[in-house]
T-cell receptor, first 114, second 116 residues
Framework: NAGVTQTPKFRVLKTGQSMTLLCAQD?????MYWYRQDPGMGLRLIHY???????AKGEVPDGYNVSRLKKQNFLLGLESAAPSQTSVYFC?????????????FGQGTRLTVV | AQKITQTQPGMFVQEKEAVTLDCTYD???????LFWYKQPSSGEMIFLIY??????QNATEGRYSLNFQKARKSANLVISASQLGDSAMYFC?????????????FGKGTRLSVIA
């Protein structure tokens, strides 16, 4: 079972470059999320999606865009990378948005912006 | 205001001893879920245990139990008989019901180190 797969696992970008992180899930989940993890900050929500074609802003959305063109994929884009976006990015999915539903996480993407 | 507070940045425990990791939460919702995740040094997020706000009994999963005190708004994780493999970051998280589709909100985590 693949579960939630993130691509790539590591990336180094120069300031101002753009990139897209891909998240794919094979569990037919409706809900998908992008979080970033920084030391001492826990996981903070960037954007999320409650279904194909829908997206919503989370706690720290600035500098990121997302798209959910297919149910199984959730893309996170950085249009002009900044050193402040150096972080570990996690994608997650859940079957519903109901309060008792756990989220399943990908393995993370470590992004460094120099 | 923080929704999830984990006041212990780091904890040490002797192997085979029990340890409690603290978590307090803030919500005005009556329906909510509380989750604990483990993040070992390899980086993945592993779901450990869940407690619903209406659950009358504390959740247990093997060596993990959740000490749920609703009036105090606390959801502490208890790990019994600690093992070296329990050394990891532990995150408490909450999901509220107010809008029907709320994402998980995480605390800042506690780093647990198990000593042989």
């Amino acid at each position: 079972n693949a579960g939630v797969t993130q691509t790539p696992k590591f990336r180094v970008l120069k300031t101002g470059q753009s990139m897209t992180l891909l998240c794919a899930q094979d569990m037919n989940h409706e809900y998908m999320y992008w979080y970033r993890q920084d030391p001492g900050m826990g996981l903070r929500l960037i954007h999320y999606s409650v279904g194909e074609g829908t997206t919503a802003k989370g706690e720290v959305p600035d500098g990121y865009n997302v798209s959910r063109l297919k149910k199984q994929n959730f893309l996170l884009g950085l249009e002009s990378a900044a050193p402040s976006q150096t972080s570990v990015y996690f994608c997650a999915s859940s079957s519903t948005g109901v309060w008792g539903t756990e989220a399943f996480f990908g393995q993370g993407t470590r992004l460094t912006v120099v | 205001a923080q929704k999830i507070t984990q006041t212990q940045p780091g904890m040490f425990v002797q192997e085979k001893e029990a340890v409690t990791l603290d978590c307090t939460y803030d919500t005005s919702d009556q329906s909510y879920g509380l989750f604990w995740y483990k993040q070992p040094s390899s980086g993945e997020m592993i779901f450990l245990i869940y407690q619903g706000s209406y659950d009358e009994q504390n959740a247990t999963e093997g060596r993990y139990s959740l000490n749920f005190q609703k009036a105090r708004k606390s959801a502490n994780l208890v790990i019994s008989a600690s093992q070296l493999g329990d050394s990891a970051m532990y995150f408490c998280a909450m999901r509220e019901a107010y809008s029907g589709n709320t994402p998980l909100v995480f605390g800042k985590g506690t780093r647990l180190s198990v000593i042989a």
